[in-house]
């Protein structure tokens, strides 16, 4: 069974909050769903299915459940980090073909700057019971580093360079110019990137996205519900997803779990790379942005630096506009998860409801892709692609 | 962080990974190797990642 045709995303939110000390973690989840239903022009008691993750508090679904008042009859907690919620809307889309629900929302939120977390430079410790955990924490593995290492072998092998990374960094900030809500507004130029500190070399402090709180959410629906709401219809085309590991231990670093989501994702809605006008690539470091894109198709392996350098990604310049309301480079990566609010932009580009500056002219085809976890040893891959309702 | 400064803890030991942490700390480094595939694999495990046997050694 393929979920082509059968279901629509009818409603997106962005929180616009970037550091929410005076808001809870339940409550960032709620404004957000607020926020979605409000778009689509629903409300919480038409919601049956409910879509979170690991930043939901408590015990998750039921917890989030039990403060919005929710009566479920699907429920769905899938856990791969920021790709997670890239995941999730193709597993409503599953749902709703199946007839397990007719109105899924999916939420985010998180609180990483009101909390002082030290979110990509400290060893992240998954537990004494993670199996790989005695074979890596002692030596201090932290997100940055892991990018790193991947980002290092890809200039070893194909001879990527820092100035190619940086323009993925300078495309974002042409885009975030735009948006008021972006934590980074300010333009930069390759050099000012390829001159900013090292974090984890080759990674300089502009190659690394921002931390922020906020959250968003997304509203799915059976594509009935949608046509009978006032705002433009997203149809739900292909979802991929996969897992990429370290193979015990014969692990490749130049190449990501996209490898498998993207065809499958292509697969399903007919349609090819040439094909996309617009594409939400999850930017945890420029490196993830340059694989994710080899990996999808829209160039040879080794070739993303070319695909990236000289503004190709800038929309209006470029012939493959990406995240253009900035991304998690400039904008926001709410939760230091970054898949939900990649959807969100792909929706308001094929509303035609980006920022005129970098609204794309015709976006009929649309693709989000999602990377949580480490770029060089675990990590899930998530690729959605999305059609207007006339494409 | 100067390098003198960094302390690097001891790992977790488990049932499953004790064979290999008592090697390491007689200096050797072992490696396991599944007799059903011949599979090498590392972190060991007691199920082989490559084919899902227990004869792992």
Redesign the interface.
């Known amino acids: 069974m393929s979920i082509k045709g059968k279901a629509c995303i009818a409603g997106v939110f962005e929180h616009p909050t970037r550091k929410a000390d005076e808001q809870s973690l339940a409550q960032l989840h709620a404004e957000s769903a607020r926020g979605a239903l409000a778009d689509a022009g629903l409300t919480m008691a038409d919601v049956d299915g409910y879509f979170c993750a690991g930043d939901a508090p408590g015990l998750g679904g039921m917890s989030m459940a039990d403060y919005m008042g929710l009566k479920l009859r699907h429920v769905d907690s899938t856990e791969t980090g920021g790709s997670s919620y890239v995941i999730h809307v193709g597993h409503a889309a599953m749902a709703i073909a199946a007839g397990k629900c007719d109105v899924a929302l999916i939420t985010l939120a998180g609180r990483p700057r009101a909390e002082g977390m030290a979110t990509g430079t400290a060893p992240r410790n998954y537990g004494?019971a993670a199996?790989?955990?005695?074979?890596e924490?002692?030596?201090?593995p932290t997100v940055v580093n892991q990018y790193a290492m991947a980002a290092m072998r890809h200039m070893h092998q194909y001879g990527t360079t820092s100035a190619q990374l940086a323009w993925i960094k300078v495309a974002a900030s042409q885009h975030a110019q735009h948006n008021p809500h972006a934590l980074l507004r300010d333009v930069v130029t390759v050099e000012e990137v390829v001159n900013s500190p090292i974090i984890a070399d080759p990674l300089h402090r502009l190659d690394c996205c921002v931390i922020t709180d906020g959250g968003g959410a997304i509203v799915v629906t059976r594509p009935e519900v949608a046509k009978s709401l006032k705002r433009p219809r997203v149809n739900v085309l292909g979802a991929g997803e996969a897992i990429k590991h370290q193979?015990?231990?014969k692990i490749d670093l130049t190449h990501t779990g996209a490898v498998w989501s993207g065809p499958t994702a292509f697969a399903e809605a007919g349609l090819r790379p040439s094909d996309v006008k617009y594409v939400s690539i999850y930017d945890s470091f420029t490196i993830t942005v340059l694989i994710t894109l080899e990996d999808l198709g829209f160039c040879d392996k080794g070739q993303g630096g070319k695909l990236v350098a000289d503004g190709n990604l800038i929309a209006g310049v470029g012939r493959l506009p990406f995240n253009t309301d900035g991304g998690g480079l400039c904008n926001n990566h709410p939760a230091n998860r970054g898949g939900l609010t990649k959807v969100v932009e792909a929706v308001r580009q094929l509303r035609g409801e980006a920022h005129p500056k970098v609204q794309v002219k015709n976006c009929d085809i649309a693709l989000a892709h999602g990377t949580g976890g480490s770029l060089a040893t675990r990590h899930g891959s998530a690729t959605l692609i999305m059609g207007r309702s006339d494409a | 962080m100067s390098p003198t400064e960094r302390t690097i803890p001891g790992p977790s030991v488990n049932p499953e990974t004790k064979p290999f942490w008592d090697a390491a700390a007689a200096g050797k480094l072992l490696v396991k190797r599944c007799t059903a595939c011949g599979e090498r694999h590392h972190y060991p495990r007691a199920i082989c990642p490559f084919c899902g046997s227990d004869r792992t050694e």
């Open positions: 004494a199996p790989d955990a005695a074979f924490f002692p030596f201090g193979r015990g231990g």
